[in-house]
């Protein structure tokens, strides 16, 4: 079975952002007052072929430990679903 997985990769909330922070002061500059607290990340797409759901989540999961993540400074969150 194939699987598409969206893997969201984001700063931990305990840590600034510096990113966001530049992003947030130029909007703020830029008269969008009403937008802050602007975290900015990564969006992964992978295709996987596996013999069920549970065994694709497993290899998001150690791909994303092993390789796609920092998780000293970082958290992910995914889903998969079926194509």
Not at 39 to 60: D, F, P, Q
């Amino acid at each position: 079975m194939n699987f598409i997985a969206e893997i969201s990769i984001m700063p931990l909330k305990s840590l600034p952002d510096p990113q966001g922070m530049l992003i947030s002061s130029e909007l703020q500059k830029l008269g969008f007052s009403d937008i802050r607290n602007i975290r900015i990340g990564k969006h992964i797409t992978l295709e996987i072929t596996a013999n069920s759901k549970e065994a694709a989540m497993e290899r998001v999961k150690d791909s994303c430990n092993l390789l796609l993540h920092n998780p000293v400074t970082e958290g992910y969150e995914y889903t998969i679903k079926e194509v």
